[in-house]
DNA sequence: ATTAAGATGCATTATTAAAGCATGTACTTA
DNA sequence: TAAGTACATGCTTTAATAATGCATCTTAAT
């Protein structure tokens, strides 16, 4: 029970690109740069990224990715409900479970994960932003 | 983000000693046999349940374990957080994030998980016996 | 053309859950 | 009190999947 180092890492280039100033491209090689993360992996989730409308990518020279609205219009439960993989958060199959027809679990467990949903939905990538400052002054220092 | 199948198999078994008359011991081999699932694994997980009080075991010839409470007392939030272990859904360390003293990301997902939990805290053995009786009839067919 | 960027697919490694195995310990009953 | 049966415990091995690595393709600017 944990999000996946993608789905961090995710989030982790959403912070930095909100960080940046408006209409300035980033690459991947300077995200891995400053979060320390390998680039392969990397390369996965920012195409992702492009794929769902979160950020626009732009390939070629001089190309790079920024995000595609305002910090505030893109919501948590968003991201990491496509980051993540919306799959049920308990497996009944495979192995087949043979109370699973009369088994109320799954839906409990599929209404508690709608709350856990529900709740990020309250916040932004604008939320993640409070330390704005410090944030910036940690990317900075890190390129020297 | 899934609960594994350790923290399933022991709702699996509490859910098949809530459909035995009470007083009945259940064995290990047994519950084995009624989800044909492998008797290693189970072991262990009984045994948490049985350190987290939520069954009583009894070791020796004639042993077995019933549930410690009412169906009704056994919430659901208890017995996942204790099976599926209470760790963070973000994992800030190892690595090391560099942004982690700024970043708020986890005092969401932290809120989340509570909220997730608090729901679940709505929820007992009881709840899911609501087919009872359909439960009793598939343990009762496999038995054959 | 050349270069620099993301896109794509396949292969490999690392991590962790799951399962297996062997043996210990407690308790019942003949 | 000996035998048998059930849970307890620790270690090893396997399986599943996430993470990473590598090679190459495509696109766009110069």
Redo the contacts between chains.
């Keep these: 029970?944990?999000?996946?180092?993608y789905t961090?890492y995710g989030?982790?280039t959403l912070?930095y690109l909100a960080t940046l100033p408006k209409g300035r491209l980033a690459t991947i090689n300077e995200i891995c740069a400053?979060?320390?993360?390998p680039r392969n992996h990397l390369n996965k989730v920012i195409h992702q990224l492009g794929k769902e409308g979160f950020i626009i990518t732009r390939r070629g020279k001089n190309g790079g990715f920024q995000l595609a609205a305002e910090p505030a219009e893109i919501r948590?439960d968003h991201v990491i409900r496509r980051l993540?993989?919306d799959?049920?958060?308990?497996?009944c199959h495979s192995?087949v479970?043979?109370?699973e027809?009369?088994?109320?679990?799954k839906h409990?467990?599929a209404?508690?994960?709608r709350?856990?949903y529900d709740?990020?939905a309250s916040?932004t990538l604008h939320?993640?932003l409070?330390?704005r400052n410090?944030?910036e002054q940690?990317f900075s220092t890190?390129e020297l």
């Design positions: 029970m944990q999000i996946k180092k961090d989030l982790r912070i400053a979060y320390e993360i948590l993540e993989g799959t049920p958060w308990v497996n192995p479970c043979v109370i027809p009369a088994c109320e679990l409990i467990l209404a508690g994960k709350v856990f709740y990020l916040y939320s993640l409070h330390n410090e944030l940690i890190r």
